[in-house]
């Protein structure tokens, strides 16, 4: 039985990239002589962090909301987020001209919360722990005509993502391993796609946090496993689980999901603050303390990590970086 086409493929990421060109920044690719010296291997960190708003969801959301027609433009765009994917909507919408509404989480970082509202858009806040985000969503949508976008389990939001690592590996040249953190599912499924369409043999992880393995259960289980909200300061990967969408692309090209812990994140949050000279958010780290903290053997490679975000409270920041309770 021939399995069905995956919801994305090449040719829709270098589309998306077309796309959204003239508004999404090409980020920078780092290296390390220090972290090539602790892993044994050289190191091409993809900077997300410095993306517009602060991380890669920019590109999925800007690619999303500029292909609604006239009437959905109109209506309006609606997210549910908890904190990445808001700002994302809400600074594409404003740049498109759309209309925005964000359900986002009464624990959200206060600073996505500002920075939400900040770029225009209305934010209506629940409890991730007692309430069903997509329901309401979806509640919210119909009562107002408005265009659902969710964070990840959409094929525009995927193909918008999957163009980080198309720029990463035309800046880096070709690599050996790529590594992307793993949340809802869409960064890792459209890097996949783009990675195997430039070199069918890379190596592709994704990294999600261990409290929170929805992702590494369903890969090996071969179905979606779905958790309860896990408890981690990964705040951006505190997904239930993976996507209709997602899931089958990651299934079908990445090969294996790992996890780390949440004293890894703050261990690689340190070594690129104190290293490297930058600021990241715990879920920006995933897919580099992989790397950094031993979880993956990647001696003698060239490998690929994508920083993800960087929308992280400075006093936060502080706080996790000087070893104190978050």
């Known amino acids: 039985m021939t399995a ?58 800007y690619n999303a909301i ?92 995927m193909a918008g993502q999957g163009t980080a690592a198309k720029e990463l590996i035309e800046d880096a040249g070709e690599l ?18 783009a990675a195997r369409a430039l070199n069918p043999d890379i190596e592709i992880y994704g990294v999600e946090p261990q409290a929170g393995n929805d992702g590494q259960q369903s890969l090996r289980t071969g179905r979606i496993v779905h958790i309860e909200t896990p408890r981690t300061i990964a705040d951006g990967a505190q997904t239930q689980h993976l996507g209709e969408y997602t899931f089958p692309v990651i299934r079908s090209l990445v090969d294996d999901i790992l996890t780390v812990t949440d004293d890894e994140l703050v261990r690689t949050m340190q070594f690129f603050a104190s290293r490297m000279k930058i600021v990241l958010e715990p879920t920006g780290c995933l897919a580099a303390a992989a790397v950094l903290q031993g979880q993956l053997d990647v001696r003698g490679k060239r490998v690929g990590i994508v920083l993800s975000g960087g929308n992280v409270d400075m006093a936060r920041f502080a706080r996790l970086t000087l070893g104190e309770p978050a």
């Open 176 to 193: 050996d391993v790529l590594v992307v953190c793993l949340g809802g599912g869409g960064l890792l499924s459209g890097s996949a796609v």
């Open 4 to 61: 069905p086409p995956l919801a994305i493929t090449y040719g829709d990421i270098a589309a998306a990239h077309d796309r959204i060109r003239e508004a999404a920044h090409r980020t920078p690719v780092l290296t390390s002589r220090t972290a090539d010296a602790m892993t044994g291997a050289h190191l091409f960190f993809k900077a997300e962090n410095l993306q517009r708003m602060g991380a890669f969801k920019f590109r999925g959301a």
């Open 66 to 157: 500029s292909q609604f027609t006239t009437e959905q433009r109109r209506g309006g765009v609606l997210a549910f987020s908890s904190g990445n994917h808001a700002q994302a909507i809400a600074l594409s919408a404003r740049e498109l001209g759309v209309p925005a509404l964000i359900l986002m989480p009464q624990d959200a970082p206060q600073m996505k919360i500002d920075a939400t509202r900040g770029y225009g858009a209305e934010v209506i806040l629940f409890d991730r722990y007692r309430e069903d985000r997509e329901a309401l969503a979806q509640r919210l949508a119909a009562e107002r005509g408005m265009t659902l976008i969710p964070p990840y389990d959409h094929p525009h939001v």
